[in-house]
């Protein structure tokens, strides 16, 4: 039987864990904290399960949450240019698909004692880089899944790797009593971007106490949403203001849900700032041995684009097929470099997309087959429908938005189809 060490328990590294465990590996998990420790500690970044993350988590019987969970089947976008009334698009993913959000806190407690239930080694200890030196040589195979401290820096910096990743200021808080949209729907998606105010979403997301609004938004380092001041650390009341005011100012719509709303509880905002990291995805210990940088200890997804979990349980999937397909062979570095190399023919398509969402704001005058698109969203739904069924498969964007000659054939179609209808 192989034996696989996993640090850290992430989305990317318990996925990893459990479908290893389900194959019959000896799979063994380290982490800092308890799943107690987990649960009752402070919220993280708030991430999607789209439609094909989900059935991923289904096959590994890891979906715990999608009866009871918020479905957001829709989502509706804005861009907003100065504060003014924006402009507006709605798409769904299609076919009865939904996507769901659930607090990390639960879910990563919920799957680090279920893996335990099902007989994985689960090791509660911070590691040094000493430690994993030693742990290395009693394991077929090292995956790392934790990018901060000593371990992340096992892995150099990758200077020939394109990411959309840049300097980020993240805010955050859990909402009661946001209303409905103009559709009645309390369960569907709102994601905007605005030239001053950042990236917003307000979307469902099931908590500890049950469904209620994750509000949060993705800045630029001393904009407006910029609250990480390093000589005050302001109380959760405060932040809300604060955030509410930027909503009222920036994105009018979504203060006029959000007004009225109050914090879950004192553990309900986020502040947090993020650097980007693009690293070689192999690093080596003081051994000489080889260990694997699983998702975003390699390359960090702008949140901006929503794809963190999509991307952490991609190659989570990814890895999986990888050392399944590897058999009884020992993973060299060549291996482990191709197993990363495999997860990036997708992952690159992701990181495109991220990057066209994370600039989508900033620029006063967008690309003119960009505004194209836009204009022809807002009359055809079925155009609408495509950008947010890209979501769940960025790489679906290269036959049709990120080149202009594609994207107007593909609309000149839409408009030949919806007149021949007509």
């Keep these: 039987m192989r034996k696989v060490l996993v640090v850290g328990a992430g989305q990317s590294g318990l996925h990893l864990a459990h479908g290893l465990l389900s194959h019959d590996y000896d799979v063994t998990l380290i982490t800092a904290k308890t799943s107690t420790e987990i649960r009752t500690g402070r919220p993280a970044v708030t991430q999607f399960t789209l439609p094909t993350v989900l059935k991923y988590e289904q096959a590994h019987h890891l979906d715990f949450w999608a009866g009871v969970a918020p479905r957001m089947e829709e989502f509706n976008v804005s861009l907003y240019s100065g504060g003014g009334p924006g402009v507006s698009l709605r798409g769904n993913f299609g076919d009865g698909q939904y996507a769901i959000s659930v607090d990390r806190r639960v879910k990563m407690a919920d799957w680090l004692e279920y893996f335990e239930d099902r007989g994985g080694k689960v090791v509660i200890h911070g590691v040094t880089l000493s430690d994993l030196d030693y742990f290395s040589r009693m394991f077929d195979l090292v995956v790392i899944a934790v990018g901060a401290g000593e371990l992340g820096d096992l892995f150099d910096h990758d200077p020939n790797r394109f990411s959309g990743a840049r300097p980020r200021v993240l805010t955050q808080a859990y909402l009661y009593d946001v209303t409905s949209d103009s559709y009645g729907d309390g369960d569907a998606g709102w994601v905007a971007?605005?030239?001053?105010?950042?990236?917003?979403?307000?979307?469902?997301?099931?908590?500890?106490?049950?469904?209620?609004?994750?509000?949060?938004?993705?800045?630029?380092?001393?904009?407006?949403?910029?609250?990480?001041?390093?000589?005050?650390?302001?109380?959760?009341?405060?932040?809300?203001?604060?955030?509410?005011?930027?909503?009222?100012?920036?994105?009018?719509?979504?203060?006029?849900?959000?007004?009225?709303?109050?914090?879950?509880?004192?553990?309900?905002?986020?502040?947090?700032?993020?650097?980007?990291?693009?690293?070689?995805?192999?690093?080596?210990?003081?051994?000489?041995?080889?260990?694997?940088?699983?998702?975003?200890?390699?390359?960090?997804?702008?949140?901006?684009?929503?794809?963190?979990?999509?991307?952490?349980?991609?190659?989570?999937?990814?890895?999986?097929?990888?050392?399944?397909?590897?058999?009884?062979?020992?993973?060299?570095?060549?291996?482990?470099?191709?197993?990363?190399?495999?997860?990036?023919?997708?992952?690159?398509?992701?990181?495109?997309?991220?990057?066209?969402?994370?600039?989508?704001?900033?620029?006063?005058?967008?690309?003119?087959?960009?505004?194209e698109f836009i204009g022809a969203a807002m009359t055809y739904p079925e155009v609408a429908d495509r950008w947010v069924q890209g979501w769940n498969d960025p790489t679906d964007y290269q036959n049709w938005l990120f080149a202009p000659d594609l994207t107007r054939a593909y609309l000149a179609e839409v408009q030949a189809r919806n007149s021949n209808n007509g």
């Design 193 to 371: 971007s605005t030239s001053n105010g950042g990236h917003i979403f307000l979307v469902p997301v099931l908590t500890s106490q049950g469904p209620c609004h994750s509000l949060f938004v993705v800045d630029k380092p001393g904009n407006l949403m910029d609250l990480s001041k390093p000589d005050r650390h302001p109380d959760p009341d405060e932040v809300l203001n604060q955030m509410k005011g930027v909503l009222k100012r920036c994105a009018p719509e979504y203060y006029e849900r959000c007004k009225d709303a109050s914090l879950v509880d004192g553990n309900s905002v986020l502040l947090q700032t993020l650097r980007p990291q693009v690293r070689k995805p192999v690093g080596t210990l003081p051994s000489g041995g080889s260990v694997l940088g699983i998702a975003d200890v390699v390359i960090t997804s702008d949140p901006a684009g929503g794809q963190g979990w999509n991307n952490s349980t991609r190659c989570a999937e990814s890895y999986l097929s990888s050392i399944l397909e590897h058999g009884d062979r020992p993973f060299d570095r060549d291996t482990l470099a191709g197993m990363f190399e495999r997860f990036w023919e997708y992952g690159q398509h992701a990181e495109q997309f991220v990057q066209s969402i994370a600039t989508m704001g900033e620029s006063a005058t967008p690309p003119e087959h960009f505004a």
